[in-house]
Structures are given as structure tokens and as C-alpha cells.
């Protein structure tokens, strides 16, 4: 067994914040199951939103959010998070973070501010189309060299620990979690009082996506097991403009192109979004990503374009020089040619119930960034503020966690990890077989536009892959795709089981049965609870 007085679970922004400000106080240990550099943060290429402008104020940034989130936002959260934004800016600035500039009008030199949908204001700080990878880079050096602090590269978490599980007669609590080390095929038993979620979404959980291999839903589906509440899941985002390419399935091309001037048009050239939305390109994305299906739906179109080819080069090679030479190695010039563009799944809404310190309904257990539901996103979020959220909200977990520590220490003991007569898995494919299947169920009924039909379908059929997995997971050696396929089951089921429970449609949960905005019922979060 190994202890450590935190234990961070997964390597993106919001963990590393954490565990940089953790480290002046005890020992650190970071769990992600890739390398360290792989995260959904290193593939955010928008930016973060926050108020530094004469221009914008708090309180508009604060009404921006509450429209996208279309009622669900808890305004106490969304007023926290964006008033304290630019001071955790500052701190990221203050550890090499460099944010693009411009020079103003008067000769010096400004932030240059992006904007994108849903934005009223330009407010947008971004590092050309790599924000999120060059926040991880800053990040990531200053973590290598802290001494307190230990990553655990290609190990990836199994289940928490808690004390109820373990039989204890106390307030369950999280005190450790195992931990298979990939190479070893090893699983190790790690203690702490501390331990903290940031591992992401789940956006693998749908056949197209913007996210990354890594983005399975472990978090949300390893809190379910350990008894925590989760709220929220039927919001999940699809990204209006993933690049429709067959060999580039997981391409984001980011909003800021919109923000840019970038416009929506047909294969015949035609803009469309006038018929949708007064604010055009620049609305919402949950109204944009429903535009573009229903065109697609219409013309029996595979896709539609984003065209920026208006604008000069210069400054699309140099505003945007990762889809520029990404696109351009496919045949595709933006500087004179459409983009093909579909709707993908992008960010997850819900999540892990928590407050404004990070904390669960669990004892010990803290959840930070896209793994997390703190009410700032409500039914639908507004871009670029999941960055925001993740700097502000490591901030507050770790000043929460780092007082209760040295007060709320647990004496347990933590039994090894026992394999029993298991054996290797045999035939892989079952596994790919199964992780296609949830896949493409989600994306056929659980998608953009839904359906009781659809969703009862879904979830019959979770169901019995669900049990499937289960056996698997007991009769053989517990590898990370088999891990990644159970998390993915649980996380999928609790997506279907949240949206069945929304009998309206509310931001990005749309439903063919249910189009408009229900009674006052529904103006309340979807929170399930595993007991």
C-alpha cells in the first residue's frame, strides 16, 4: 500500500491545478491512465472566458451564462466562478502561461480577445488554436519539478475505496482507491483521505466525437459505484463543427472560426442559420448543432461548411495555424475553400454532484472540472467556460480539502487487491465488439434529437450489456479496455436513465415528444443517486 495525503485522479487542467497547490502542503501523487500530456485540457483549442476588458463587466459575462444554460444555471455558482476568474488568470499568467496579443489602436499592447457563441463580448483569452495545449505544457513543467509531487503514468484507476464498502460503522467516506498499473498488469491499493476526480468527460461514449481516446467516463462511473450523486447527464454538448473527413474523425474546428466571421452554408452555398436564430453563427451551440442536423436531415446531406475564406489569409494562417495545416494536409485550403463540418459530441454537462468547494455527497471524495456538475453550466454550456471553471474550482477544492485534511484524518485499513482464479481475457473481440455497440446506440438513439422510443431502446439494451461486462469483468484479468468498457456501460446508462426522467426539452436535451419547456417541475437538476 502506498499513502499519500492526495491523490489526484487524472492529469488535465483542473487536476494539475490542484495538485501544484496540494504540493506546498504534503505529498501528491497524480493518477492518469496515458501519459501525463494526455488529457481533454491539452485538446481545447478555443480558449478560456474571462472579464479582463473595460468593455465586458461580471455581470455581463454572469447573464451570458445563465441564457445558454436556459434556466438550470445556480446563479451563486456562475457569479463565483466568474468574478474570481481573473485572478486565477493572473496566477496562470504568473506561472508562463502566455496569452496572444495585439497591438490597440494607441500603440501598446493588449490581450487579444476572441469571441465566440453565446458571447455578447469579445472576452476570449487564447494562445492561437492551442489554448488548452500550451496551459498543459506551462503546467506540466512546473509539476515535474515540484519534489512533493509523484505521477503515476500508465495506471489507471479501478474503483474508489470508501469505508462503507469496507464495513466501517462511520459517515461513509473515500479512503484510497486500486489503481491497475498497465504495464504490470499489477493493481496497487493507494491511501489518502484526499482524493480528487479530474479525469474529464466522456465523450467516447458516442461513435463521433471531438474528445480524445481517454474521455470514457471513468470518473462519473467510479463515483456511481462508490454511492456519490450525479445530476445532469441528458445535457450532453455536441460541438457544431467537428471536420467531416474520413480520416480525421476527432478533428475540433473551434468556434473562435465563427467568432472570427466564419459562416454556415450548404453544399449550394447557401447561409443557413438565418432560419434558425437572430443571432446567427454566433448563437448557442446546442440551437447551432440542432440547426446543422436538421439541414443535414433535410437535404440528405452528409454535412454542411464553414467557410472563413472571406477573411484575409494572413490572418487565418495566423489566427487558426493548427486547422490550417491540418486541413490543408487533407486537401482542404481554408484560406479558399469550406470546411465540411458535422455536429459532434463534445462536453458533458453533468456530472459528480459537488459545491462550490469541489465536494461530493461523499466524504473525502472531491470532483473538479469536466467531471464535475457545480451548477455553472446548467442545461447548456457556454464556450469557453469549462477552462475557466477548472482553474476556479481546483482553487477552491484544494483550499476546502487542504483545511478539512489534518482534521478528518481516518484510521482504516485497506485490504490488497485480490484477483482470485481469474484468467486472460481470450478473445479481445468481445470487448471491440461491445464498445461499438454502446457507441453506436448512443449516437442512433441518444443523440442530438431524441425520443421515448429511442431512449427506452437505449436502455434496454445497456441493460443487457451491462451484465455482459459485468460477468466479463469477474471471470477475467482486469485489463484498461476492460475498465474503459465498464466505465463506458455505467456512464452511458446513467446519460439514458437522466433523459428519460426529462419528460421536455431544455438546452441540449431535445425530445421530438416534448419539444417546449415543461412545467416548473422541471426547473430543478436531474440528481441520481446509487444506493
Request: with cysteine; aromatic share 6%; glycine share 8%.
Amino acid at each position: 500500500m502506498k499513502t499519500f495525503d492526495y491523490v489526484v485522479v487524472g492529469s488535465g487542467l483542473a487536476g494539475l491545478t490542484f495538485a501544484l497547490k496540494a504540493a506546498d502542503r504534503g505529498t501528491v501523487a497524480i493518477v492518469t491512465k496515458k501519459s501525463r500530456a494526455d488529457s481533454n485540457t491539452a485538446w481545447a483549442q478555443g480558449g478560456i472566458a474571462c472579464v479582463t476588458s473595460s468593455e465586458d463587466s461580471i455581470a455581463i459575462h454572469v447573464r451570458d451564462t445563465l441564457v445558454a444554460g436556459d434556466g438550470l444555471c445556480d446563479e451563486e455558482v456562475v457569479r463565483a466562478i466568474v468574478s474570481e476568474g481573473p485572478e486565477r488568470i493572473a496566477e496562470l499568467v504568473a506561472l508562463g502561461m502566455h496569452f496572444d496579443e495585439r497591438i490597440a489602436a494607441n500603440g501598446r499592447r493588449e490581450i487579444d480577445l476572441g469571441r465566440e457563441g453565446g458571447h455578447s463580448k469579445r472576452r476570449i483569452l487564447h494562445a492561437r488554436d492551442a489554448t488548452g495545449f500550451e496551459i498543459e505544457k506551462v503546467l506540466l513543467g512546473v509539476v515535474e519539478a515540484h519534489p512533493n509531487i509523484t505521477v503515476l503514468e500508465k495506471h489507471m484507476a479501478v474503483d474508489l475505496i470508501t469505508t462503507g464498502k469496507l464495513g466501517y460503522a462511520m459517515q461513509d467516506s473515500c479512503v484510497g482507491l486500486y489503481v491497475l498499473d498497465e504495464t504490470t498488469g499489477d493493481v496497487e491499493t493507494l491511501r489518502t483521505d484526499v482524493t480528487v476526480l479530474g479525469t474529464g468527460g466522456c465523450g467516447r461514449v458516442y461513435l463521433y466525437t471531438t474528445n480524445p481516446e481517454i474521455a470514457t467516463g471513468d470518473g462519473v462511473a467510479m463515483a456511481w459505484r462508490a454511492g456519490a450523486a450525479i445530476t445532469n447527464m441528458e445535457f450532453m454538448q455536441f460541438h457544431p463543427t467537428c471536420l467531416y473527413h474520413p480520416k480525421e474523425k476527432s478533428f475540433l474546428i473551434t468556434e473562435a472560426v465563427r467568432g472570427e466571421g466564419g459562416i454556415l452554408i450548404d453544399d449550394k452555398g447557401r447561409r443557413f442559420m438565418e432560419n434558425y436564430d437572430e443571432r446567427l453563427e454566433l448563437a448557442p451551440r446546442d440551437i447551432v448543432a440542432r440547426a446543422i442536423d436538421s439541414e443535414m436531415k433535410r437535404t440528405g446531406k452528409p454535412c454542411v461548411f464553414l467557410d472563413i475564406s472571406h477573411k484575409p489569409k494572413e490572418f487565418i494562417r495566423g489566427r487558426f495555424p493548427t486547422i490550417y495545416e491540418t486541413c490543408l494536409g487533407l486537401g482542404i485550403d481554408i484560406t479558399s475553400q469550406p470546411i465540411p463540418v458535422v455536429p459532434a459530441a463534445h462536453y458533458q454537462c453533468g456530472g459528480i454532484k459537488t459545491n462550490l468547494s469541489g465536494e461530493t455527497t461523499v466524504r473525502g471524495l472531491y470532483a473538479v472540472g469536466e467531471v464535475a456538475s457545480t451548477g455553472l453550466h446548467g442545461a447548456n454550456r457556454l464556450a469557453s467556460n469549462s477552462l475557466l471553471e477548472a482553474l476556479v474550482m481546483a482553487h477552491r477544492a484544494e483550499a476546502k480539502a487542504s483545511r478539512n485534511h489534518h482534521r478528518q484524518q481516518i484510521e482504516v485499513f485497506l485490504p490488497e487487491w485480490l484477483p482470485g482464479k481469474v484468467q486472460d481475457v481470450d478473445e479481445m473481440v468481445v470487448i471491440y465488439h461491445n464498445w461499438d455497440e454502446i457507441r453506436r446506440l448512443m449516437w442512433d438513439y441518444v443523440g442530438i434529437v431524441r425520443t421515448d422510443k429511442r431512449l427506452q431502446r437505449a436502455a434496454t439494451r445497456l441493460r443487457n450489456l451491462q451484465t455482459e461486462i459485468q460477468e466479463f469483468y469477474w471471470n477475467f484479468k482486469i485489463t484498461a479496455d476492460l475498465l474503459e468498457l465498464r466505465n463506458l456501460a455505467t456512464t452511458a446508462s446513467l446519460i439514458v436513465d437522466c433523459a428519460i426522467s426529462r419528460k421536455e426539452s431544455r438546452g441540449l436535451h431535445y425530445t421530438l415528444d416534448y419539444p417546449r419547456h415543461g412545467d416548473a417541475k422541471f426547473l430543478r437538476d436531474t440528481v441520481i443517486r446509487r444506493f
